[in-house]
């Protein structure tokens, strides 16, 4: 059963309690994970002038939410025995080789990507490039992204990736949606697309009242107006249509026209852009990524330059720093939900950022020629297996063909399935009588020769090898041949040894500030420690090696896997279900706002279409409610942060006939447990609401109290955040939802899918289920491995212990910044949840200096900034998470203060009010090491501020980057980063 309602587990007692010391294990994870000692946690309380933990607690979380129990969970494990004990369940996935395509196929990751990106903390530890100046190698990696696909596709502009292929098709169905200038409702999908993008297609469109048609392209006559279609290719079944006929007809009715395409085929074939499609979508798995059982890999989305403006995600530009050399950023970001919220173009706020480098590194190692070839063999490979198997009498489908064949077999399937599992080989079902069969960069001729075997009727083969070599023919029709030459760019033709590919990579590393580097205390995003223990098996074959629609049975580690944490985390949150679907906090939000939407129709109710948003909500919330084609509405917070109760009712009894639900985030985006929070959720049930809690915040909550205890309906678990799956440089995340026991039967079903793909199951999905929101059925299945890891070693004490020091390390920092930096928002009790708001307003009063300047001149320290202007303007969030011991907490206030002495030193008039260390910041080593230094200050101050950033100093490569000018003078590909140089 794909979702589960929780049972919790019941620990088992292994000794007495007066043996339980002697054998516990003396190197406990919880110690490596959380920060400060005990000495150092005594220390921090006494600066706070309380005497326990305990007691900080009690005056910061409200007494009636408090959890008064431990957590069910079992006992935590050594970092070896954890891994010993994954391993073990890993040992029940069996590794089949997989040839069932649907856009996900096996390949080879290089070891030089592997072990110096995905396996280097340098690279996934990192944020969401927002701060340019410190994040320029991975910009760099993602414009490389960009370019890449640009060229394979034939299209103007592409993102910097998005969650999966179904995703980027349903994103590319909205994109159309608002660009379209008739009245068209409906958009066509081919009959020929995957069967999971079609599924992920028709739950987005549902609450946008759009009507999905799907049909053989080949057939539909446009006399029903569309607004858009989407189009595989080459099909799933293999067969590469000619699409120019259907694009010229489709946009003569005004219809825009996605294109899903292979990454690997665009080596060969003719380029979406040229056959005339307006997007181009699709998965760069294959470049490099493994499979992962489904996730996390990086879609992409490529479009015509007339449409930049609407596209979903990040786009990253290249601009110029204060020196005026290129520098990069992310470009347009007016489109994004931080900014517009409900009139964004995407809900998106994590994408998939580091599969997208490992995509770009993959084509950069690889290089044009290299690409090809690796098409070609594939091409040539299929074309072998095709020749044989019509020796052996069978169909092997239309040609021409890049990857897959369709085998009809006349008896029926089942035989040949049976066979195929006695070689351990995988095929794809379509139906009682035809099979599919995909190859990859992987496929070997034992593997080509293994599958002949499967199909012949005896051991003998009535061929050999070579003979059938002599008759394949490897021609593609000269209007589907690629005659465009691509990937020209020089980055793409220089790193083709390992050791220059090394080099460059850690080129780029350098240029950005990672964990690895110091703290990154981002106000509501937990940048903890993303421990190598929880990092290890990931790459595990066990793991990485799955389809995601491989047989069930082939799968039971993965589903003990699932069952465990899906049960954990029901115990922490006090839900009775959970979808691991969700493959991003966005993804979660979306999901549960849908069960939401169809829990209210299931009860005639379809009406309550109302959301309620508190103003200070996170852009995603709004964003999320206007995709599942709610209506947001507006509430008042008081000046203390808490959402304004009065408003709140005011509003919830005014649309009680229609109201859905409350977004509502706890802690608040504002830093503080609401005491009133039961009371909201309760007025919100009075008015037949539903609540929806972003956990965005949930690690203030762990061990605590727990938000369906309180009152939530459903919650979203950041599992990138709370959970330890680290960020990525802005993903890969996960966002599963836990929902009470009353929406279970409506959490997101891929078991249509599932369903059509094996000979022994029958068609169907969950009756009440709102269907498939991400491509894969468990999302980013092998990166929940890292959350299972992080809960099995911390145990229900540890987890609790982290919560309680992530208050404390907040509140500690609140107190020794206050003095310079006013703390805006408190509880009753003058504490702090687990982060803070700063007011640097004060300071353009008194000097001038923006927040803009803070942020850029804490570079200069060697840090991050906090959020910047959110949740409100000219503030900053900080966040120092658990993992900070008190010694990096300490560097960082002393840093923010001796900022704050520099803008004294400004307002008195001892520093030019232009010409400053905040306005000129951040410092590059080019600049301080120039024979030319006229600024009021000196080498010393700018660079060298206080004393022990001798002992490391973290060089920022740019200086202060013109945003302006970016968005001005859009270029969004290394060609036009060349052309800078």
């Known amino acids: 059963m794909l979702n589960r309602s929780i049972t919790a587990e019941k620990t088992e007692e292994f000794a007495p309690a007066d043996l339980q010391d002697l054998l516990d294990c003396t190197d406990s994870f919880v110690n490596r994970h959380i920060g400060p000692t005990e000495t150092e946690i005594e220390k921090m309380l006494a600066v706070l002038g309380v005497a326990t933990v305990e007691e900080l607690i009690a005056q910061t979380v409200p007494s009636g939410i408090r959890l008064q129990k431990s957590l069910n969970l079992p006992p935590a494990l050594s970092e070896y025995a954890a891994l010993a004990q994954l391993k073990a369940i890993a040992s029940k996935n069996q590794v089949f080789r997989s040839f069932i395509g649907m856009g996900y196929h096996d390949c080879i990751t290089p070891p030089v990507i592997l072990r110096n990106i995905l396996e280097n903390p340098g690279w996934y530890t990192a944020y969401t490039p927002y701060q340019a100046e410190i994040a320029q190698g991975r910009l760099e990696a993602l414009l490389n992204f960009q370019t890449l696909i640009t060229s394979l596709t034939g299209l103007e502009i592409a993102n910097a990736s998005l969650l999966d292929e179904g995703t980027a098709a349903a994103e590319a169905m909205t994109m159309s949606y608002g660009l379209c200038k008739t009245k068209a409702s409906a958009f066509f999908i081919s009959s020929s697309c995957h069967p999971q993008t079609i599924e992920v297609v028709k739950t987005r469109a549902i609450p946008l009242g759009i009507d999905i048609i799907i049909e053989d392209h080949r057939l539909f006559d446009f006399k029903t107006p569309i607004f858009g279609a989407l189009l595989q290719y080459p099909a799933t079944d293999g067969v590469i249509y000619d699409y120019r006929e259907f694009i010229s007809k489709a946009q003569e009715n005004g219809a825009l026209v996605t294109v899903a395409a292979d990454i690997l085929s665009l080596a060969l074939l003719t380029p979406p852009g040229e056959l005339g499609a307006d997007i181009a979508v699709g998965s760069s798995q294959r470049f490099g990524v493994p499979l992962g059982y489904g996730g996390p890999h990086a879609a992409y989305f490529a479009t015509k330059d007339v449409y930049k403006r609407s596209i979903p995600g990040r786009i990253v530009g290249v601009s110029k720093d204060s020196q005026g050399k290129p520098a990069l950023r992310l470009a347009l970001q007016t489109r994004e939900q931080h900014i517009r919220r409900d009139k964004a173009t995407s809900n998106i706020c994590t994408a998939q950022v580091l599969l997208a480098v490992i995509a770009s590194m993959y084509a950069v190692y690889h290089g044009p020629e290299g690409i090809k070839k690796i098409a070609q063999r594939v091409q040539k490979l299929t074309a072998l297996l095709a020749t044989g198997l019509k020796k052996l009498g069978y169909q092997v489908g239309k040609e021409p063909r890049f990857d897959t064949l369709k085998v009809t077999v006349s008896t029926g399937v089942k035989d040949i399935f049976a066979k195929a599992k006695t070689h351990k080989i995988n095929l794809r079902y379509f139906d009682e009588n035809n099979l599919g069969i995909s190859l990859d960069e992987t496929t070997s001729l034992r593997d080509v020769w293994d599958l002949w075997q499967i ?21 593609l029709p000269a209007n589907l041949t690629r005659t465009s030459a691509y990937l020209t760019e020089p980055v793409f033709n220089r790193y083709h040894s390992e050791t220059e590919l090394l080099r460059y990579l850690h080129r780029l590393e350098t240029k950005d500030l990672a964990l690895n580097t110091s703290m990154i205390p981002l106000g509501s995003c937990t940048m903890k420690l993303n421990a190598v223990a929880e990092m290890i098996p990931v790459t595990w074959a066990e793991f990485g090696k799955l389809h995601p629609f491989a047989p069930i049975d082939q799968a039971e580690g993965y ?12 115990e922490i949150t006090g839900f009775d ?8 906090g966005s993804q979660g939000e979306y999901a549960g706002l849908q069960v939401i939407r169809a829990y209210h129709e299931s009860r005639g109710q379809g009406h309550r279409q109302i959301c309620l948003i508190p103003e200070s909500a996170h852009g995603t919330n709004p964003a999320s409610a206007v995709m599942c084609g709610m209506k947001v509405v507006a509430v008042n917070c008081d000046s203390r942060g808490n959402i ?5 009712k005011t509003k919830a009894e005014r649309h009680q006939d229609n109201l859905a639900a409350l977004m509502v985030t706890y802690p608040s985006t504002h830093g503080v447990f609401e005491e009133g929070i039961s009371e909201i959720c309760a007025l919100i049930h009075q008015y037949g609401g539903q609540v929806y809690m972003d956990g965005a915040n949930m690690n203030a909550q762990v061990g605590l109290c727990r938000p369906a205890d309180f009152g939530a ?9 709370t959970f330890c799956i680290p960020h990525g440089g802005g993903g890969p995340g996960m966002g599963p939802i836990g929902v009470k026991s009353h929406l279970v039967p409506f959490l997101p079903d891929v078991s249509l899918v599932l369903a059509k793909l094996s000979p022994e199951t029958a068609n169907g999905k969950h009756q009440d289920s709102i269907g498939a929101i991400s491509a894969a059925p468990w999302g980013s299945a092998s990166i929940l491995v890292i959350s299972w890891m992080y809960i099995a070693m911390m145990g229900a004490a540890g987890l609790k212990k982290a919560t309680e020091v992530a208050i404390l390390n907040a509140n500690y920092m609140a107190f020794r910044l206050e003095s310079a930096y006013p703390v805006l928002f408190k509880g009753s009790a003058g504490t702090v949840a687990h982060e803070c708001v700063i007011d640097l307003r004060p300071l353009k009063k008194q000097a001038g200096i923006e927040v803009e300047d803070v942020a850029k001149r804490l570079m200069d320290f060697g840090f991050h900034a906090p959020t910047v202007s959110w949740p409100v303007a000219g503030t900053m969030m900080v966040e120092p998470t658990e993992s900070e011991s008190l010694g990096e ?3 960082f206030c002393e840093a923010l203060l001796t900022i704050y002495q520099e803008v004294q030193a400004i307002a008195n008039g001892s520093m030019d009010i232009h010409d400053n260390p905040l306005k000129n910041a951040p410092h590059t080593a080019a600049v301080l090491t120039a024979d030319d230094w006229s600024r009021p200050y000196s080498r010393q101050q700018a660079a060298y501020p206080l004393s022990w950033l001798k002992d490391y100093k973290f060089w920022p490569v740019v200086g202060r980057v013109d945003n302006a000018y970016g968005d001005r003078n859009l270029v969004c590909s290394c060609e036009g980063m060349d052309a800078y140089k």
């Open 455 to 475: 199909f012949a009727p005896t051991e003998e083969l009535p061929f050999t090898t070579a003979e059938l070599v002599e008759k394949i023919s490897l021609e």
């Open 559 to 570: 589903q003990l896997l699932f069952q465990q944490l899906e049960t954990w985390l029901g």
């Open 577 to 584: 279900g959970i979808s691991l679907q969700p493959n991003a």
């Open 644 to 648: 304004d109760i009065d408003d709140l």
């Open 713 to 721: 309906d459903v919650c979203h678990l950041n599992l990138h955040k």
């Open 889 to 891: 907490l300490d560097r």
